[in-house]
């Protein structure tokens, strides 16, 4: 778990923080990941993220469109699924604190006032200190995952519909 706080800049971020990271775990190795479209953005005199993390082979997620329950969808599938033998497909080390603590309530969805009724949850998260490592994890899932393909989402959708309210999300958090 690598994370900073929305004041550091991707240059330092990468230097101080990820760089010491991956040389001291991952050493000779490849390192690939996915992150936030977003990050694709530039100004016509600077690099964009996915620029400045080029060395490590990070590219955008593969939903263009960004959309939210798409993310949430590809971390409930991981945190669901389990490999032959019952082995969970996911495991989040003990040391990812901030990661545990957004999936356990801290990464939330937005309550807005809707006339008299108080505290609609909106589709969209909260904003928060966990937002971003939590989002980065929904990143991750759909760059494994990849594309679905018209099937595989038909049958995603075929599957919550079968299954509405008794998987394991929790309207609060997300998950």
Same mark, same amino acid.
């Given at each position: 778990e690598v994370y900073a706080d929305?004041?550091?800049?991707?240059?330092?971020?990468?230097? @101080?923080?990820? *760089?010491?990271y991956v040389v001291s775990e991952f050493a000779n190795q490849k390192v690939s990941g996915w992150?936030?479209?977003?990050?694709?953005?530039? *100004?016509?005199?600077?690099?964009?993220c996915f620029d400045?993390?080029?060395?490590?082979n990070i590219k955008p997620s593969p939903d263009e469109q960004n959309v939210f329950s798409?993310?949430?969808e590809a971390v409930d599938t991981f945190l669901r699924d389990r490999l032959?033998?019952?082995?969970? *497909?996911?495991?989040?080390?003990?040391?990812?604190?901030?990661?545990? +603590?957004?999936? +356990?309530?801290k990464y939330q969805l937005q309550r807005v006032q809707k006339g008299s009724n108080a505290g609609v949850l909106k589709s969209e998260p909260?904003?928060?200190?966990?937002s971003h490592i939590c989002? +980065?994890?929904?990143?991750?899932?759909?760059?494994?995952?990849?594309?679905?393909? @018209?099937s595989q989402e038909r049958a995603r959708r075929a599957f919550?519909? +079968?299954n509405h309210g008794l998987g394991p999300m929790d309207p609060v958090a997300g998950y």
């Open positions: 929305h004041y550091t800049t991707i240059e330092r971020f990468r230097d @101080e923080q990820v *760089k010491p992150g936030d479209p977003a990050g694709n953005e530039g *100004k016509d005199y600077e690099e964009t400045i993390l080029k060395v490590w798409k993310r949430v032959p033998g019952g082995i969970p *497909k996911l495991l989040i080390s003990s040391s990812c604190s901030m990661l545990r +603590a957004g999936l +356990a309530g909260v904003k928060n200190e966990y989002e +980065a994890l929904q990143y991750l899932c759909m760059g494994i995952q990849g594309k679905p393909d @018209e919550r519909r +079968a």
